[in-house]
């Protein structure tokens, strides 16, 4: 079976040995062979290892600055000058101010764990996370681009996900960058708020993009309140909509 695992799950199956007063550990143990011996192909969305990654209190200085890479090549051809523009995501800091993710990374990689992306236009990437990254076979690539934008753009319309920061911004500025640097110290909560919703956004988009069985996560959406992508009311029509299906470690040792 082919699972998605959230933020507060991933770690603890990764590197279990870290964890030792997780009072659930031998259900994570049980996660942790069923992906050694194949029972589940795991994945971990790449906005762990990129947005998530920044410090929170450096997160409205980052998206504030936040740029798309432009590189322009021009190459000579039947006598004239063909010039091609590629616009490429930005990229975040490495793991040289986060040993102990860095630390669960590698043990990520070792244990199987498929680390996929969702390509935003001037998004954040993290060069350290380039050569692990999971490739698609390109006959499934655009099959995957044109289905986790439709998610996105469907979780967006339910004021989840990306929409919170991009409903911060739109209150002080034009366009995300703008938006996020102009918004004044006491929203900077609420921006730290917003960058963790856009990351579940995006992971839930590509677990069902990727057609996976089920998202297993902890999270309750306390935090997020209502608007949440995890909230109980996003869930519902995700599960109707999409066979989205949210699953506890706990009860994901017990299905496999």
Sequence with gaps: MKVMFDSNTWRIVSTPSKFPNEKSINDFMKIRE???????????????????????????ETISKR???????????DGGVAISITIGPSESSTFDL????????????KLGFKIVR?????????EEVENSRYRLPTSALEAYHTTVFEIVN?????????????????????GLTDGISKAPVSEEKN?????????????????????????????????????????????????????????SPEDLAKLV
């Design 118 to 126: 969702l390509p935003r236009i001037g998004s954040f990437t993290n």
């Design 67 to 77: 740029k798309p890479r432009v590189k322009t090549k021009t190459t000579e051809k």
């Design 191 to 247: 921006i730290i708020k917003a960058v963790a919703e856009w990351a579940d956004g995006d992971s839930v988009a590509i677990c069902i993009a990727l057609d996976c069985d089920c998202f297993c996560t902890r999270d309750k959406a306390k935090k997020g309140g209502v608007d949440s992508v995890l909230s109980t009311p996003n869930i519902a029509w995700l599960k109707k909509d999409h066979g989205f299906e949210v699953i």
């Design 154 to 174: 469907q979780i967006e319309s339910h004021n989840a996900g990306f929409a919170h920061l991009k409903n911060i911004a739109a209150t002080y500025g034009t």
């Design 34 to 60: 069923a992906i050694i011996t194949g029972k589940i192909e795991p994945y971990i969305s790449e906005t762990v290892f990129t947005i998530e990654a920044i410090k929170k209190i450096q997160r409205k």
């Design 98 to 109: 986060n040993p102990i993710l860095k630390s669960h990374f590698d043990d990520a990689i």
